[in-house]
């Protein structure tokens, strides 16, 4: 658990402190990523507002993000709970952590922009805990259109 | 603390992915839990927003929600700090844990609901740790007409 | 990590249960405090929205507060992450750690008033683990007037 902790407290600071480009390479080279909602993922519909089956996908999402300078007027503040472990070996752990994400504007306005939990499958690759698949599950369903930042 | 902490991640995942039925064997049958908030402990009044001295009345208490079906328009998702814990055996445990709650309504609309504490007492029954008593103290006053769900 | 975060608990608790007098003795006698936002920091601006070099200097500050009342019409409510150790040895330890703020005025009104990250140095005094430094920095600019209680 401790080791999760640790993973998703250096994958949070990597978002918020705006290192985005280090936040690919939490993922291994095949990976899942998806931001989704609660209706659209228990009803099983695999869209989601954001989607990618590769770190190189990620690396190309982050890339776009700079040349759209979006992301320069906004902050987000990711707070994260503890992981609850579904299943774990000496390999891999499956495991679902709560999150609210603070957003905080240029301007100093800052709002609970997102709350939900990830779905989070871990492997261990040479010796590195990576992430082979994080579902960002949302509670709400009405922040796509303002989903900038990596969740 | 580890086991504390993995055990509140259950409490609340439980509650938020609205598995409720779930939520009275998080308790020893005979329990402690109340919702009440900070002015009403400090001044020692017994009375809180929600009151219960069973897992029987727990049990209760989800049917009526289940029954009257307030609890469909509204999620939460529930932040817990660490555990401050202020006295710990092998077989009991007495903590104070910080919590942030958001509720997110059918329209998606989120707010930050409720903020306070939990004062716990854990015991170990038959292997397993149980909630022995949970008072959620929160520290606002005004929310009491909208608690619907446990917190 | 885990005495890192049984400390920032005991940390928060002694802020948000208005036990502030106790606030000073988590730091060594000759330390450093500030609460600072992102982009004064990020440009070296060594001043802050409030400063302090020693644990003298917080006891002033926490007896001026209770003179001047103005913290009995808010409450804090503190939830802090899971520290990102930078480094560690058996005396001391680098971290940096976000936390979302809530405040809650006495006529009940809950609201996110801060978030950010510490930047902390811990050192192990007597075999008590001590503040040398904590910064606290504000993603938000514009919070600075509305500081009263510690971070």
Do not use: K
């Not at 320069?72 to 499956?94: C, K, M, N, V």
């Not at 492997?123 to 709400?140: F, P």
């Amino acid at each position: 658990m401790l080791q999760l902790m640790a993973f998703n407290a250096a994958y949070a600071q990597i978002i918020d402190s705006d290192e985005l480009e280090r936040w690919p390479a939490c993922f291994t080279e095949h990976c899942h990523y998806r931001i989704t909602h609660v209706e659209n993922e228990q009803e099983g519909l695999p869209a989601g507002v954001v989607w990618a089956d590769s770190r190189a996908m990620l690396e190309d999402r982050i890339a776009a993000l700079r040349e759209a300078n979006i992301y320069e007027r906004q902050r987000y503040r990711h707070l994260l709970g503890t992981p609850h472990i579904e299943s774990a070996d000496a390999h891999s752990a499956s495991a679902c952590t709560p999150f609210m994400v603070a957003r905080i504007m240029g301007t100093g306005e800052t709002m609970l922009f997102a709350t939900g939990h990830y779905n989070d499958r871990f492997v261990m690759e040479a010796g590195r805990l990576l992430l082979a698949e994080r579902v960002a599950v949302c509670d709400s369903t009405v922040t796509d259109t303002l989903m900038a930042l990596p969740l």
